[in-house]
Protein backbone atom coordinates (compact mmCIF):
# COMPACT_ATOMS: atom_id res chain seq x y z
CA UNK A 1 0.00 0.00 0.00
CA UNK A 2 1.18 3.66 -0.73
CA UNK A 3 0.31 5.37 2.40
CA UNK A 4 1.72 8.51 1.06
CA UNK A 5 -1.48 8.39 -1.31
CA UNK A 6 -4.03 7.38 0.75
CA UNK A 7 -6.62 10.03 2.23
CA UNK A 8 -8.39 9.22 5.40
CA UNK A 9 -12.14 7.57 4.82
CA UNK A 10 -14.16 9.37 7.22
CA UNK A 11 -17.03 7.18 6.49
CA UNK A 12 -16.36 4.72 9.48
CA UNK A 13 -15.91 7.53 11.87
CA UNK A 14 -19.03 8.99 10.91
CA UNK A 15 -21.40 6.27 11.36
CA UNK A 16 -19.55 5.31 14.64
CA UNK A 17 -21.19 8.78 15.63
CA UNK A 18 -24.01 9.06 13.94
CA UNK A 19 -25.61 8.69 17.92
CA UNK A 20 -23.41 11.62 19.31
CA UNK A 21 -25.41 14.54 19.74
CA UNK A 22 -23.68 17.72 19.42
CA UNK A 23 -24.08 19.28 22.77
CA UNK A 24 -23.72 22.79 21.44
CA UNK A 25 -26.45 25.51 20.47
CA UNK A 26 -27.05 26.05 16.84
CA UNK A 27 -25.43 29.14 17.07
CA UNK A 28 -22.30 27.99 18.09
CA UNK A 29 -21.89 24.96 15.67
CA UNK A 30 -19.28 27.03 13.13
CA UNK A 31 -17.09 24.18 13.50
CA UNK A 32 -18.51 20.48 12.80
CA UNK A 33 -18.11 18.01 15.54
CA UNK A 34 -16.66 15.47 13.73
CA UNK A 35 -13.95 18.26 12.83
CA UNK A 36 -13.37 18.74 16.56
CA UNK A 37 -13.21 14.83 17.59
CA UNK A 38 -10.96 14.36 14.56
CA UNK A 39 -8.30 16.45 14.87
CA UNK A 40 -8.67 15.63 19.26
CA UNK A 41 -7.66 12.23 18.45
CA UNK A 42 -4.93 12.72 16.62
CA UNK A 43 -3.87 16.16 18.41
CA UNK A 44 -3.18 13.31 21.00
CA UNK A 45 -1.46 10.78 18.63
CA UNK A 46 0.70 13.21 18.57
CA UNK A 47 1.62 14.03 22.32
CA UNK A 48 -1.06 16.61 23.45
CA UNK A 49 -1.85 17.04 26.71
CA UNK A 50 -4.80 19.36 27.01
CA UNK A 51 -7.54 21.63 24.64
CA UNK A 52 -4.62 24.30 24.01
CA UNK A 53 -1.80 21.63 22.68
CA UNK A 54 -4.90 20.40 20.90
CA UNK A 55 -5.11 23.66 18.94
CA UNK A 56 -1.64 24.39 18.79
CA UNK A 57 -0.90 21.15 17.38
CA UNK A 58 -4.14 21.78 14.70
CA UNK A 59 -3.00 25.51 13.83
CA UNK A 60 0.75 23.54 12.59
CA UNK A 61 -1.05 21.53 10.59
CA UNK A 62 -3.71 23.45 9.26
CA UNK A 63 -2.84 23.22 5.41
CA UNK A 64 -2.61 19.28 5.76
CA UNK A 65 -6.04 18.49 7.96
CA UNK A 66 -7.86 20.75 5.91
CA UNK A 67 -7.04 18.69 2.53
CA UNK A 68 -9.48 15.99 4.17
CA UNK A 69 -11.60 17.49 6.85
CA UNK A 70 -14.40 20.51 6.50
CA UNK A 71 -13.33 23.47 8.15
CA UNK A 72 -15.43 26.20 6.93
CA UNK A 73 -14.76 28.39 9.48
CA UNK A 74 -10.69 27.20 9.92
CA UNK A 75 -9.00 26.32 12.99
CA UNK A 76 -11.39 25.58 15.93
CA UNK A 77 -9.66 27.53 19.25
CA UNK A 78 -9.08 26.05 22.20
CA UNK A 79 -11.90 26.62 24.19
CA UNK A 80 -13.76 25.38 21.61
CA UNK A 81 -11.89 21.87 22.21
CA UNK A 82 -12.42 22.58 25.77
CA UNK A 83 -16.09 22.91 25.78
CA UNK A 84 -17.06 20.38 23.83
CA UNK A 85 -14.87 17.67 25.30
CA UNK A 86 -16.49 19.46 28.78
CA UNK A 87 -20.27 18.58 27.38
CA UNK A 88 -19.92 15.55 25.81
CA UNK A 89 -22.31 12.68 27.65
CA UNK A 90 -18.79 10.24 28.96
CA UNK A 91 -20.57 7.11 28.55
CA UNK A 92 -21.87 7.57 24.73
CA UNK A 93 -18.67 9.50 23.77
CA UNK A 94 -16.99 6.34 24.95
CA UNK A 95 -19.32 4.10 23.17
CA UNK A 96 -18.89 5.75 19.90
CA UNK A 97 -15.31 5.46 20.01
CA UNK A 98 -15.44 1.69 20.59
CA UNK A 99 -17.52 1.70 17.19
CA UNK A 100 -15.33 3.17 15.78
CA UNK A 101 -12.63 0.94 16.71
CA UNK A 102 -14.33 -2.09 16.05
CA UNK A 103 -14.68 -0.68 12.00
CA UNK A 104 -10.96 -0.49 12.12
CA UNK A 105 -10.28 -3.61 13.61
CA UNK A 106 -12.89 -5.42 11.64
CA UNK A 107 -10.75 -7.27 8.80
CA UNK A 108 -7.92 -8.22 11.24
CA UNK A 109 -7.83 -12.00 11.97
CA UNK A 110 -5.99 -12.71 15.61
CA UNK A 111 -4.03 -15.93 15.75
CA UNK A 112 -4.36 -16.23 19.68
CA UNK A 113 -7.91 -19.49 19.60
CA UNK A 114 -7.82 -19.44 23.62
CA UNK A 115 -10.61 -17.45 25.60
CA UNK A 116 -10.22 -13.61 25.89
CA UNK A 117 -9.04 -12.70 29.35
CA UNK A 118 -10.68 -8.94 30.18
CA UNK A 119 -8.72 -7.63 32.89
CA UNK A 120 -10.28 -4.85 35.19
CA UNK A 121 -8.76 -2.64 37.09
CA UNK A 122 -8.87 1.31 38.45
CA UNK A 123 -6.58 4.02 38.06
CA UNK A 124 -5.77 7.60 40.07
CA UNK A 125 -5.20 10.81 38.13
CA UNK A 126 -3.50 11.59 41.24
CA UNK A 127 -3.15 15.69 40.10
CA UNK A 128 -6.53 16.18 38.62
CA UNK A 129 -8.21 17.20 41.96
CA UNK A 130 -9.12 20.42 42.81
CA UNK A 131 -9.53 21.39 46.57
CA UNK A 132 -11.32 25.09 46.25
CA UNK A 133 -14.18 22.73 44.03
CA UNK A 134 -13.78 20.12 46.24
CA UNK A 135 -13.23 17.67 43.52
CA UNK A 136 -11.67 14.52 44.33
CA UNK A 137 -8.76 12.98 42.10
CA UNK A 138 -10.57 10.88 39.27
CA UNK A 139 -10.40 7.62 39.35
CA UNK A 140 -11.65 5.43 36.49
CA UNK A 141 -12.24 1.69 36.10
CA UNK A 142 -11.41 0.29 32.94
CA UNK A 143 -11.73 -3.02 31.10
CA UNK A 144 -8.66 -4.06 29.42
CA UNK A 145 -8.24 -6.73 26.37
CA UNK A 146 -4.03 -7.29 27.15
CA UNK A 147 -3.64 -9.76 24.40
CA UNK A 148 -5.34 -7.55 21.93
CA UNK A 149 -3.54 -4.14 23.47
CA UNK A 150 -7.40 -2.91 23.93
CA UNK A 151 -8.59 -0.77 26.65
CA UNK A 152 -12.83 -1.38 26.12
CA UNK A 153 -14.66 0.16 28.30
CA UNK A 154 -14.31 2.99 31.59
CA UNK A 155 -16.22 4.08 34.19
CA UNK A 156 -15.19 7.12 36.79
CA UNK A 157 -15.87 6.83 40.18
CA UNK A 158 -15.04 9.89 42.82
CA UNK A 159 -12.98 7.87 45.07
CA UNK A 160 -11.00 4.36 44.78
CA UNK A 161 -13.90 3.17 47.73
CA UNK A 162 -16.52 3.21 44.72
CA UNK A 163 -14.61 0.86 42.32
CA UNK A 164 -17.22 -1.42 44.24
CA UNK A 165 -20.12 0.38 42.89
CA UNK A 166 -18.52 1.01 39.14
CA UNK A 167 -17.06 -2.60 38.17
CA UNK A 168 -21.08 -3.71 37.92
CA UNK A 169 -21.86 -0.82 35.67
CA UNK A 170 -17.99 -1.07 33.27
CA UNK A 171 -18.80 -5.00 33.26
CA UNK A 172 -22.98 -3.70 31.62
CA UNK A 173 -20.11 -2.11 28.61
CA UNK A 174 -18.20 -5.21 27.30
CA UNK A 175 -19.45 -8.69 25.77
CA UNK A 176 -17.98 -11.34 28.49
CA UNK A 177 -19.58 -13.97 26.87
CA UNK A 178 -16.38 -16.81 26.90
CA UNK A 179 -14.63 -14.60 28.39
CA UNK A 180 -12.28 -14.95 31.44
CA UNK A 181 -12.36 -12.14 33.74
CA UNK A 182 -9.64 -10.80 35.93
CA UNK A 183 -10.20 -8.48 39.01
CA UNK A 184 -8.09 -7.53 41.82
CA UNK A 185 -9.76 -7.99 45.61
CA UNK A 186 -11.25 -4.65 45.56
CA UNK A 187 -13.82 -6.69 42.83
CA UNK A 188 -14.11 -9.88 44.98
CA UNK A 189 -17.87 -9.43 45.28
CA UNK A 190 -20.14 -12.01 45.35
CA UNK A 191 -22.46 -9.51 43.19
CA UNK A 192 -19.66 -8.91 40.75
CA UNK A 193 -19.12 -13.03 40.20
CA UNK A 194 -22.68 -13.49 39.97
CA UNK A 195 -22.93 -10.95 37.52
CA UNK A 196 -20.42 -12.61 35.22
CA UNK A 197 -21.24 -15.89 35.71
CA UNK A 198 -24.77 -14.79 34.05
CA UNK A 199 -23.43 -12.97 31.31
CA UNK A 200 -21.33 -16.54 30.18
CA UNK A 201 -18.15 -15.49 31.15
CA UNK A 202 -16.05 -16.85 33.93
CA UNK A 203 -14.36 -15.09 36.79
CA UNK A 204 -10.67 -14.81 38.46
CA UNK A 205 -10.58 -13.15 41.40
CA UNK A 206 -8.06 -12.21 43.50
CA UNK A 207 -8.84 -13.28 47.47
CA UNK A 208 -7.44 -10.98 50.13
CA UNK A 209 -8.66 -10.57 53.60
CA UNK A 210 -11.76 -8.17 52.64
CA UNK A 211 -13.26 -11.64 52.49
CA UNK A 212 -12.01 -12.98 55.30
CA UNK A 213 -13.77 -16.26 56.32
CA UNK A 214 -13.34 -17.39 52.87
CA UNK A 215 -9.46 -15.87 52.58
CA UNK A 216 -8.43 -17.62 56.05
CA UNK A 217 -9.65 -20.99 54.83
CA UNK A 218 -8.11 -21.20 51.84
CA UNK A 219 -4.66 -20.22 53.05
CA UNK A 220 -5.05 -22.42 56.04
CA UNK A 221 -6.07 -25.50 53.67
CA UNK A 222 -3.51 -24.31 50.67
CA UNK A 223 -0.57 -24.47 53.78
CA UNK A 224 -2.34 -28.33 55.02
CA UNK A 225 -1.50 -29.01 51.23
CA UNK A 226 1.87 -27.71 50.93
CA UNK A 227 3.38 -30.24 53.48
CA UNK A 228 2.02 -33.24 51.01
CA UNK A 229 3.04 -31.24 48.40
CA UNK A 230 -0.85 -30.99 47.14
CA UNK A 231 -1.44 -35.01 46.86
CA UNK A 232 -4.38 -36.60 46.67
CA UNK A 233 -7.12 -33.29 46.10
CA UNK A 234 -6.84 -33.20 42.16
CA UNK A 235 -4.62 -30.30 41.94
CA UNK A 236 -2.50 -29.65 38.27
CA UNK A 237 0.87 -27.34 38.88
CA UNK A 238 2.60 -25.10 36.22
CA UNK A 239 5.97 -23.85 36.37
CA UNK A 240 7.84 -21.37 34.53
CA UNK A 241 11.51 -20.02 34.88
CA UNK A 242 12.51 -16.59 33.52
CA UNK A 243 15.52 -15.22 34.04
CA UNK A 244 17.69 -11.59 32.53
CA UNK A 245 18.64 -7.90 33.21
CA UNK A 246 19.94 -9.44 36.53
CA UNK A 247 17.04 -10.73 37.76
CA UNK A 248 15.65 -14.74 38.27
CA UNK A 249 12.28 -15.43 38.46
CA UNK A 250 10.04 -18.71 39.14
CA UNK A 251 6.77 -18.89 39.30
CA UNK A 252 4.52 -21.95 40.67
CA UNK A 253 0.94 -22.08 39.86
CA UNK A 254 -1.29 -24.51 41.65
CA UNK A 255 -5.29 -25.08 41.15
CA UNK A 256 -7.68 -27.68 43.03
CA UNK A 257 -11.18 -28.10 42.85
CA UNK A 258 -12.64 -26.16 45.67
CA UNK A 259 -12.72 -28.46 48.90
CA UNK A 260 -16.26 -28.85 49.81
CA UNK A 261 -15.37 -28.56 53.45
CA UNK A 262 -14.28 -25.26 52.68
CA UNK A 263 -15.80 -22.34 54.53
CA UNK A 264 -17.15 -19.34 53.31
CA UNK A 265 -17.93 -20.55 50.28
CA UNK A 266 -21.85 -20.62 50.52
CA UNK A 267 -23.05 -17.62 48.20
CA UNK A 268 -20.45 -17.29 45.32
CA UNK A 269 -22.01 -18.42 41.98
CA UNK A 270 -20.23 -20.96 40.17
CA UNK A 271 -17.26 -21.38 42.38
CA UNK A 272 -15.23 -24.47 41.07
CA UNK A 273 -11.19 -24.00 41.91
CA UNK A 274 -8.87 -22.13 43.97
CA UNK A 275 -6.15 -20.71 42.40
CA UNK A 276 -2.62 -20.38 43.92
CA UNK A 277 -0.06 -18.06 42.42
CA UNK A 278 3.96 -18.68 44.15
CA UNK A 279 6.06 -15.91 42.96
CA UNK A 280 10.21 -16.54 43.89
CA UNK A 281 12.49 -13.44 42.84
CA UNK A 282 15.97 -13.63 42.98
CA UNK A 283 17.75 -9.80 42.44
CA UNK A 284 21.27 -8.71 42.94
CA UNK A 285 21.95 -11.84 45.43
CA UNK A 286 18.27 -11.24 47.16
CA UNK A 287 15.65 -13.25 47.42
CA UNK A 288 12.00 -12.46 47.63
CA UNK A 289 8.91 -14.74 47.91
CA UNK A 290 5.11 -13.82 47.15
CA UNK A 291 2.07 -15.78 47.32
CA UNK A 292 -1.18 -14.86 45.74
CA UNK A 293 -4.98 -16.61 45.94
CA UNK A 294 -7.16 -16.71 43.75
CA UNK A 295 -10.82 -18.13 43.75
CA UNK A 296 -12.46 -18.86 40.07
CA UNK A 297 -15.41 -20.41 38.36
CA UNK A 298 -12.94 -21.79 36.02
CA UNK A 299 -12.97 -25.87 35.47
CA UNK A 300 -9.76 -26.97 35.71
CA UNK A 301 -6.93 -26.42 33.64
CA UNK A 302 -3.81 -25.00 35.16
CA UNK A 303 -2.29 -23.35 32.29
CA UNK A 304 -5.45 -21.03 31.63
CA UNK A 305 -6.13 -20.48 34.51
CA UNK A 306 -1.90 -19.68 34.58
CA UNK A 307 -2.25 -17.30 31.87
CA UNK A 308 -5.38 -15.42 33.18
CA UNK A 309 -3.35 -14.46 36.64
CA UNK A 310 0.00 -13.14 33.90
CA UNK A 311 -2.61 -11.09 31.66
CA UNK A 312 -3.98 -9.72 35.12
CA UNK A 313 -0.44 -8.18 35.53
CA UNK A 314 -0.49 -7.11 32.50
CA UNK A 315 -3.03 -4.20 32.86
CA UNK A 316 -0.44 -2.29 35.19
CA UNK A 317 2.65 -2.48 32.47
CA UNK A 318 0.48 -2.69 29.15
CA UNK A 319 -1.79 -0.28 29.91
CA UNK A 320 -1.08 1.83 33.34
CA UNK A 321 2.20 2.51 33.29
CA UNK A 322 2.33 3.62 29.37
CA UNK A 323 -0.16 6.01 30.28
CA UNK A 324 2.19 7.67 33.45
CA UNK A 325 5.19 7.15 31.58
CA UNK A 326 4.51 8.27 28.09
CA UNK A 327 1.26 9.97 28.24
CA UNK A 328 2.42 11.79 31.92
CA UNK A 329 -1.37 11.26 32.74
CA UNK A 330 -0.73 11.03 36.29
CA UNK A 331 0.58 15.08 35.88
CA UNK A 332 -2.69 15.77 34.29
CA UNK A 333 -3.88 18.90 35.70
CA UNK A 334 -7.36 18.96 34.01
CA UNK A 335 -10.02 19.75 36.97
CA UNK A 336 -13.21 20.17 35.33
CA UNK A 337 -15.06 16.84 36.09
CA UNK A 338 -15.90 15.29 32.16
CA UNK A 339 -13.57 16.92 30.66
CA UNK A 340 -10.88 14.96 32.43
CA UNK A 341 -12.94 11.94 32.10
CA UNK A 342 -13.25 12.26 28.49
CA UNK A 343 -9.41 13.21 28.20
CA UNK A 344 -8.61 9.81 29.92
CA UNK A 345 -11.07 7.91 27.70
CA UNK A 346 -8.96 9.84 24.62
CA UNK A 347 -5.92 8.84 26.43
CA UNK A 348 -7.03 5.25 26.94
CA UNK A 349 -8.36 4.85 22.97
CA UNK A 350 -5.39 6.02 21.28
CA UNK A 351 -3.31 3.81 23.07
CA UNK A 352 -5.06 1.31 21.76
CA UNK A 353 -4.70 2.60 17.98
CA UNK A 354 -0.69 2.62 18.61
CA UNK A 355 -0.50 -0.47 19.80
CA UNK A 356 -2.71 -1.97 17.09
CA UNK A 357 0.20 -0.87 14.74
CA UNK A 358 3.06 -3.16 13.74
CA UNK A 359 5.92 -0.89 13.86
CA UNK A 360 8.83 -2.73 15.66
CA UNK A 361 9.62 0.32 17.82
CA UNK A 362 8.94 1.58 21.55
CA UNK A 363 4.95 3.03 22.47
CA UNK A 364 6.76 6.67 22.53
CA UNK A 365 8.53 6.40 19.60
CA UNK A 366 4.63 5.71 17.81
CA UNK A 367 3.80 9.02 19.89
CA UNK A 368 6.87 10.85 18.18
CA UNK A 369 6.13 9.26 14.59
CA UNK A 370 2.47 10.40 14.83
CA UNK A 371 3.76 13.83 15.05
CA UNK A 372 6.90 14.23 13.13
CA UNK A 373 5.38 12.05 9.89
CA UNK A 374 1.85 13.05 8.45
CA UNK A 375 1.66 9.08 6.94
CA UNK A 376 2.21 7.47 10.04
CA UNK A 377 -0.28 9.42 11.31
CA UNK A 378 -2.75 7.98 8.80
CA UNK A 379 -1.60 4.74 9.18
CA UNK A 380 -2.34 4.60 13.06
CA UNK A 381 -5.71 6.11 12.12
CA UNK A 382 -6.69 4.75 9.60
CA UNK A 383 -5.34 0.92 11.20
CA UNK A 384 -3.77 0.58 8.22
CA UNK A 385 0.02 0.07 9.33
CA UNK A 386 2.37 -1.15 6.63
Excluded at 73 to 84: H, L, M, S, T
Excluded at 159 to 174: G, Q, R, Y
Excluded at 299 to 320: D, F, L, S, T, Y
Excluded at 350 to 373: D, E, F, G, I, V
Aim: charged share 25%.
Amino acid sequence: MDIGKQQLDLEDFSQAFDSLEDPRSDINQKHPLLSVLAISVMAILAGAGGPTAIANWANHKKDWLSQWLPLPNGIPQKDVFRRVLMSLDPNTFQACFADWLKSLLADQEFENASRTVLNIDGKTLRRSHDKAKELGALHTVSVWAGEYGLTLAQVACAEKSNEITAIPEVLKLVNVKGAIVTIDAMGTQKNIAKQIVNAKGDYLLTLKGNQKTLYESVVAYTDRQLGTNFKGIGARRHESHEKGHGREEHRLFVQFPVPKELAGTKGWSGLKTIGVAMLTTVCDGHETYAVRYFISSLPMGVKQMARAVRGHWGIENGCHWVLDMVYREDESRIRESRLRENFAWLNRFTLSLLKQHPAKQSLAMKRRSCAWNDNFMLQVVTGKGT
